[in-house]
């Protein structure tokens, strides 16, 4: 290998190609995650609504054990696209890093439900949309960004809502922020 150093120019190609293959490396397959996770929590804020309204079972929270098996899922399709990965950029890891924050964010939101009497689903609501709206931003892709408002309109809803019907608002801003925008995404992907 030569030690040569790189003109102005060539370090500005070298640099804009890092940057396009670290966006390649988080776009391709994002689209992923989006709709694993829009069809598992849309599911679970339906079925909870459900069992809840019309009593059918005594812990209608039973039906967000979905998020386990899809949680074990994005773990192995996370570090399957890590390997792939041709070139890991700081880009590629900051991404992950800011939806373990939302991750994190929301388990302390869960964990301290009855503190703030069970209203968690806007709060999610709240973490999903900044989620999203960072990556709509970071792929420079506006239907994720817009998204991330939808999220954050949701949000503002079920703040005026009681908790059971917050899961209604919950699953139309999942299909809004999460399913419609993962569909465009996986569109653009091909």
């Known amino acids: 290998m030569s030690n040569k150093e790189l003109s102005k120019d060539e370090s500005l190609a070298l640099i804009t ?16 995650y989006f709709l694993l996770w829009g069809w598992v929590v849309m599911i679970a804020n339906i079925g ?17 054990i979905l ?16 390997k792939e990965a041709k070139v890991k950029s700081h880009l590629d890891r900051l ?3 800011i939806w373990m924050a939302v991750f994190v964010g929301v ?6 439900m009855s503190d703030i009497n069970y209203n968690a689903n806007a709060i999610i609501l709240v973490f999903a949309g900044i989620g999203t709206f960072i990556s709509g931003q970071a792929l420079r892709f ?3 960004i817009m998204g991330g408002v939808a999220l954050w309109v949701a949000s503002i809803i079920a ?15 999942i299909l809004a922020g ?13």
Request: glycine share 8%; no cysteine.
């Open 17 to 32: 190609n890092m940057i396009g293959q670290a966006k390649h490396n988080v776009a391709k397959g994002g689209s992923f």
């Open 48 to 64: 909870h609504y459900l069992i809840a309204k019309y009593d059918w079972l005594d812990y209608p929270y039973i039906v967000w």
């Open 67 to 82: 998020t386990i098996p899809a949680g074990i899922i994005s773990m192995v399709h996370g570090a399957k696209r890590s």
């Open 95 to 97: 991404y992950s890093q």
């Open 107 to 112: 388990l302390i939101i869960l964990f301290f």
């Open 142 to 144: 506006s239907p994720l």
């Open 159 to 173: 703040f005026n809502l009681p908790p059971l019907d917050q899961y209604l608002v919950g699953a139309a801003g």
């Open 178 to 190: 999460y399913l419609i925008p993962g569909y465009l995404l996986r569109k653009a992907e091909k």
